[in-house]
């Protein structure tokens, strides 16, 4: 089963719901023997009618916040796994996950909003159901035959309708990812659609204009096939109320005195029937969200590391030595890869990779830091061999990627409105003229060339042994480019950082120490730039 409630929760919801229910019950059977039965009218019947209501209102109450209680704490289970579940991926296997998909879970999940109205409503009504079926048993023997006889056809029916609105509601949920993909499209790439009518055609009036027809057909549907399963509950019911009333007489089925209590139970039960078939609704499209959050943890699961394979993590702060032997890596899905890289970076190191497009740089720095698995070959820190499993060594880099992610909070321990030094930092990236001390910087919008600014901040107030940067400089104009490589650099590099910098900027070269040439997945040059001047000297291209 796809809801899994504690025992202990689960056994003192149905006490509560059959509490409640057999209290509701006992209303019918009062008004039911008291007024219609024995005539029986008197204050003191009002009395403990209005007893028997207030207790009922009270055990409904309290049933109904319970399920609250336990279906919210169901949800937010189910939110904290699939966080817990992301949080623990590998970033390859993360890469491989649509954010289309991700956000139709999401969704998926907001949708279980219903469950309490879905599990308070079902048992109340199920138990109902049962307690009045029982009850015109007693008023009636063989009319009730011939009513669960009824009941079955349309249960039957039913399951028909059922089978047909699960696959329509999955079609839904489906075409509803590709929504949100199409949106991020539209919004990610809006730039590039402004600028091509073509594409602002395909994607707006073609692909989204389509995706939300398909989904508007798609709900009607859903709701017309809801709409014969309603129609068939209440007309199927008010048929049996005529074939009790008028056919059950005539046939000797039901003496002519049960008839009225007969009718007032049934009537008195069809709220709960009509209720039934109504949460159907709610039933199919929560079960459908459970079975696809279900099927996405598990997918998820099994792509990632056990936390507790992970070592603890405790800041490491320092290094002496890297050493890469062997290293290689092969993407399962292109031909590229890693040849197998030998090499050794020392602490206070200022190193450039270079390379033409696609030569490996970034796949490189990857697994470099272990954020993708080696395929071959170990990384030793300090003479230690660093397992793929060892937070600690990835501890050790700050990085800017090429497509930096600028988040919204810096989650770490400091406050930037107090840091002293992220407004030194702020004057020292020339970002103090575009961002005010103080200012909250989550809801505005930066060129690219600012975010890797700020991204840098961030990235230096961690105070990382080691600053990897992916072309950061290649969105910097000329005057702070210049500025990063004579000035900001040497500083870095005085305090004791190691510096590793993809780079084209070929005239700033005699600012590293040392410059790796990357061509095909393999370093054809390792160079150090001491004592040579000119880039003629350094003779890397
Ligand atoms: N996730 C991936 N799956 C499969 N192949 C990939 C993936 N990422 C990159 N590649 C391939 O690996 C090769 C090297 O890419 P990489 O980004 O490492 O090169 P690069 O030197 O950093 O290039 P650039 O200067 O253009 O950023 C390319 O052929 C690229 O298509």
């Known amino acids: 089963m796809l809801i899994s409630f504690k025992r202990k929760e689960a056994i003192s919801l149905i006490l509560y719901a059959t509490l409640s229910s057999i209290l509701g019950l006992t209303l019918l059977y009062y008004i039911n023997t008291s007024v219609i039965i024995n005539m029986d009218i008197s204050y003191e019947n009002l009395f403990s009618f209005i007893v028997i209501l207030v207790y009922t209102f009270i055990f409904h109450k309290i049933f109904q916040e319970k399920i609250i209680t336990i279906s919210n704490n169901f949800i937010l289970e189910k939110e904290m796994h699939i966080i817990e579940v992301i949080g623990n991926s590998n970033l390859k296997d993360l890469e491989k996950i649509n954010e289309g998909r991700l956000y139709g879970i999401v969704e998926d999940i907001r949708g279980l909003v219903f469950i309490p109205y879905l599990v308070?409503?079902?048992?109340t009504s199920a138990i109902l159901f049962l307690g009045g079926v029982i009850y015109l048993f007693h008023l009636s023997a063989s009319s009730s035959l011939v009513f669960i006889l009824f009941i079955a056809v349309f249960v039957g029916l039913y399951q028909l309708l059922n089978r047909i609105n699960l696959k329509l509601t999955e079609e839904s949920?489906?075409?509803?990812?590709?929504?949100f993909q199409y949106l991020r499209d539209l919004i990610g790439g809006f730039k590039e659609i402004l600028l091509s009518q073509k594409k602002k055609k395909k994607l707006v009036d073609q692909?989204?204009?389509e995706n939300r027809e398909h989904g508007k057909n798609l709900e009607i549907r859903v709701s017309n096939v809801f709409l014969i399963g309603n129609l068939l509950g209440s007309y199927g019911l008010w048929l049996l109320l005529g074939l009790i009333s008028f056919l059950f007489p005539i046939l000797g089925l039901m003496s002519s005195e049960k008839i009225v209590p007969y009718i007032i139970a049934l009537l008195f039960i069809s709220g709960s029937i009509t209720a039934l078939i109504s949460l159907q609704n709610y039933a199919v499209k929560q079960y459908v969200s459970l079975k696809r959050i279900k099927s996405f943890t598990e997918e998820l699961s099994a792509l990632s590391s056990d936390p507790s394979q992970l070592t603890?993590?405790?800041?490491?702060?320092?290094?002496?030595?890297?050493?890469?032997?062997?290293?290689s890596f092969k993407y399962p899905t292109s031909e590229f890869g890693i040849k197998p890289i030998n090499l050794t970076i020392n602490k206070g190191e200022t190193i450039f990779i270079i390379g033409g497009n696609g030569s490996g740089k970034s796949t490189f720095l990857k697994v470099f830091m272990n954020l993708y698995r080696a395929s071959k070959g170990k990384i030793v820190l300090d003479g230690k061999p660093v397992l793929f499993e060892d937070n600690q060594y990835r501890e050790l880099f700050s990085a800017i990627f090429t497509n930096n992610h600028l988040f919204s909070e810096h989650y770490e321990d400091y406050d930037v409105k107090t840091n002293k030094e992220y407004n030194v930092l702020l004057k020292k990236v020339k970002l103090d003229s575009i961002i005010e001390e103080n200012e909250d910087v989550s809801n505005r919008s930066f060129s690219k060339?600012?975010?890797k600014?700020?991204?840098?901040?961030?990235?230096?107030?961690?105070?990382?042994?080691i600053l990897v940067l992916d072309e950061w400089a290649a969105d910097q104009d000329p005057h702070f480019r210049k500025y990063f490589y004579e000035e900001l650099i040497p500083e870095l590099k005085s305090q004791g950082k190691t510096i590793i910098a993809v780079t084209h900027d070929d005239v700033y070269f005699k600012y590293a120490d040392r410059v790796i040439k990357f061509e095909y997945g393999?370093?054809?040059?390792?160079?150090y730039t001491k004592d040579k001047p000119t880039l003629v000297d350094l003779n890397i291209w």
Do not use: C, P, W
């Not at 308070?120 to 048992?123: A, K, M, Q, V």
């Not at 800041?315 to 002496?320: G, H, I, V």
């Not at 393999?522 to 160079?527: G, Q």
């Open 120 to 123: 308070s409503n079902g048992l």
């Open 173 to 179: 949920r489906i075409n509803n990812e590709k929504y």
């Open 207 to 209: 692909k989204l204009f």
């Open 312 to 327: 603890q993590t405790h800041l490491t702060t320092d290094f002496k030595n890297i050493q890469l032997k062997d290293l």
């Open 449 to 451: 060339g600012q975010s």
């Open 453 to 465: 600014r700020l991204s840098m901040i961030y990235a230096l107030l961690e105070q990382r042994s």
């Open 522 to 527: 393999k370093i054809v040059k390792d160079v």
